[in-house]
């Protein structure tokens, strides 16, 4: 009798929460939009919309998805399903890094080489990637991706100042830094050459050419 009591108020308790998780209580009334800058966030409201009215249980996160993969800009995503009514979705935009020329054109990309918005003119801010090869060749998704992962690691005092980087190939990366060259050399190492060419800065503030393509042996001249 003692078991059966037990098992019947578990089963009790188990049937009344599936059916609180299930009722209308506990559906989708609030959409939250979170991290969203160059994104409108009322426009990805509207592309989750479908999700209204949804038990909490039954959200569509596949459909979810599908409507947030639309956004070139959505670097990635993630969402939370807050009792009683609220989805939330927590979204990481692509950060810019440089700008390539297209014809009359500047793209503003990020890391991936995926473009953020072009413009006429040539906006402020940000270095001017210069690949080697025509563009969507082989040769030219390595010299950009060489360029990419340099401006990646570059600490934040010094990436305002890169007016321009070119890299002929993965071994071979240089910048303008604020009227310097400073040669790279290979993307490896790269944490140190950044720790590196900050002391140079300081120590050989009139020097026109810092070469860290030796981190451990660089040269300034």
Known sequence: MIWLSSVTTVVAVLGVTVLAAFSPLMAVRTIDVMGTTRIDASAVRESLSSQLGKPLPLIDYGGIRRELDRYRLIRSYSTEAVPPGTLVV????????????????????????????????????????????????????????????????????????????????????????????????????????????????????????????????????
């Not at 210069?130 to 082989?138: A, E, I, K, L, Q």
């Not at 010094?158 to 071979?172: F, H, K, Q």
Request: no cysteine.
């Open 90 to 221: 927590r979204i990481v935009e692509r950060t810019p890094i440089g700008l390539i020329r297209s014809g009359n054109a500047y793209d503003l990309v990020d890391q991936a080489g995926v473009v953020i918005s072009s413009t006429v003119q040539k906006p402020g801010g940000y270095p001017v990637i210069t690949t080697s090869g025509r563009p969507g060749t082989s040769s030219a998704k390595q010299s950009f991706s060489a360029s990419a992962s340099v401006l990646a690691v570059l600490p934040s005092s010094l990436l305002p100042r890169v007016t321009a980087i070119s890299a002929s190939s993965a071994d071979d990366v240089s910048f303008t830094l604020g009227g310097k060259k400073v040669v790279w050399g290979s993307t490896s190492d790269a944490e140190l050459k950044a720790t590196v060419l900050t002391a140079l800065l300081k120590a050989a503030p009139r020097a026109s050419v810092y070469d860290v393509s030796s981190p451990h042996a660089p040269v300034t001249r």
